[in-house]
């Protein structure tokens, strides 16, 4: 299932291959039934899997930081003690 496609950033970096896939959808039921679809729709799943590895890569090094500074907290307290 895919997020939701006409939102800022999908349309700031997957734009052209979402309009590409809407274009190749309004074509009709049998185009799309007929598999003429697929491979915009393949370009679509790739660029979304782009930013979602982008995005979770982020949050990673958010995380670590944020462990960090848990973590020297945690130490500055048992060093009080």
């Known amino acids: 299932m895919h997020p939701h496609l006409h939102t800022e950033e999908v349309q700031k970096t997957c ?4 309009a ?5 959808h309004a074509r009709g039921f049998l185009w799309k039934a007929t598999g003429n679809c697929t491979e915009a729709k393949h ?3 790739m660029c979304l899997r782009a930013l979602r590895i982008e995005r979770t890569r982020k949050n990673r090094e958010v995380a670590k930081q944020k462990r960090k500074e848990i973590e020297k907290a945690w130490a500055e307290l048992d ?3």
Do not use: I, P
């Open 43 to 45: 370009q679509v799943n």
């Open 79 to 81: 060093a009080n003690k």
């Open 20 to 24: 590409a896939l809407d274009e190749c």
């Open 15 to 18: 734009g052209e291959v979402v």
